[in-house]
């Protein structure tokens, strides 16, 4: 029994040696063919050496061992296998007290299985009513995530409706300061057209006043309409007298400002047309040159406004300007060439591609 005892133990992963099960005792102190020890039992109390049922008054009292319950909530697979091994030990140690000869005892096991046997149906109540909380603890925290969630919508649901609040708040603050600027701009336009009313009223008076006069001066004008009607008749032959001088007059203008304009100075010329050193603008050099040989009866500024020039192989009738240059008696005209040019034209010269000539 002890062997089948041991190797229960050893299933249930204790060690022989230390197991609260199994009696333990010096192989000197006991011999092999008297009766083995028990460890005394927790829920039993010790009973004094003269007590019946004791050998030899110098044995300790036998008590039955009731195993730790674990306060941990166990898995039914766990709670079957523990409840198969408490029945094994119960029996394994009923049986080693009738082999030993000890049927005093008897009375006190059946309390102590009494015993763990309510204290194994406690054990499944606590269990029972700690797999009932769980089961409560897990539907609570279905429940508490069920309205986390509802309330998490509900937040955002409130964050966007706050949201369209706030710019519904800002589109009627700002219809608002319209309304605002619209009224200050009617009332302007109010008081605007008070004044023009009021100053229509006054130019109405007037205009009354000026009415009576006009009726008074309509009848002096229809007395005056009849001589300028004579009067006109004798305008218009006038007139037409002053359109023909007219023409005449335009005829005669023309005519001198031709003369005027093919008026060159005999005799004088240009000396020296040179180009300036410098360009003025793309493609566009300035040319001077010196008035000679100016017949008299012409100023030199005329003889040189009218004077023209041949420069690169085209005639200008006259300089854009003429001046005296600084040191010399005579007048300079000025011309301002835009063709004939290219050095006023910039350009590239000896292009070469460098890649494919270092390819090469």
Request: hydrophobic share 30%; aromatic share 6%; with cysteine.
């Amino acid at each position: 029994m002890l062997i089948v005892a041991r190797s229960i133990q050893f299933e249930r992963g204790g060690s022989p040696e230390r197991s609260p099960l199994i009696p333990q005792h010096p192989p000197t102190s006991h011999p092999v063919s008297g009766p083995v020890p028990r460890p005394p039992s927790p829920q039993a109390p010790p009973q004094n050496a003269d007590a019946p049922g004791d050998s030899e008054g110098g044995n300790q009292s036998a008590h039955v061992h009731q195993p730790q319950q674990d306060p941990s909530p166990l898995r039914p697979a766990e709670t079957t296998k523990k409840r198969f091994g408490v029945f094994v030990v119960v029996f394994l140690i009923v049986a080693f007290i009738v082999f030993c000869g000890r049927p005093s005892r008897i009375e006190e096991l059946n309390k102590a299985t009494a015993r763990m046997r309510e204290q194994q149906e406690e054990l499944d109540k606590a269990t029972a009513r700690m797999r009932e909380q769980q089961e409560a603890m897990r539907k609570e925290a279905d429940h508490l995530e069920s309205e986390r969630i509802v309330s998490r919508n509900e937040s955002n649901r409130l964050e966007k409706e706050r949201l369209k609040m706030e710019g519904e708040r800002d589109t009627l603050e700002s219809a608002i300061r319209r309304s605002k600027l619209g009224r200050l701009r009617l009332e302007r336009e109010k008081q605007q057209l008070e004044d023009e009313r009021q100053l229509l009223e006054q130019e109405r008076e007037a205009l009354k006043d000026e009415r009576q006069s006009l009726e008074q001066e309509r009848e002096a004008l229809k007395d005056e309409r009849q001589s300028f009607e004579q009067e006109r008749e004798a305008l218009k032959g006038e007139r037409r007298l002053m359109e023909q001088e007219r023409e005449a007059l335009k005829e005669e203008r023309e005519r001198w400002e031709k003369a005027r304009e093919d008026r060159v100075p005999q005799g004088a010329f240009w000396d020296r047309v040179l180009p300036a050193p410098d360009c003025c603008a793309y493609g566009k050099r300035e040319y001077w040159g010196i008035l000679e040989n100016i017949p008299k009866g012409w100023t030199d500024m005329d003889a040189c406004m009218n004077m023209p020039v041949g420069i690169r192989g085209v005639t200008i009738r006259r300089p854009y300007r003429c001046a005296y240059a600084k040191g010399s008696p005579h007048i300079h005209g000025y011309w301002m060439v835009d063709w004939g040019q290219p050095d006023c034209k910039p350009w590239h010269q000896n292009v070469t591609d460098e890649v494919s000539s270092g390819k090469q």
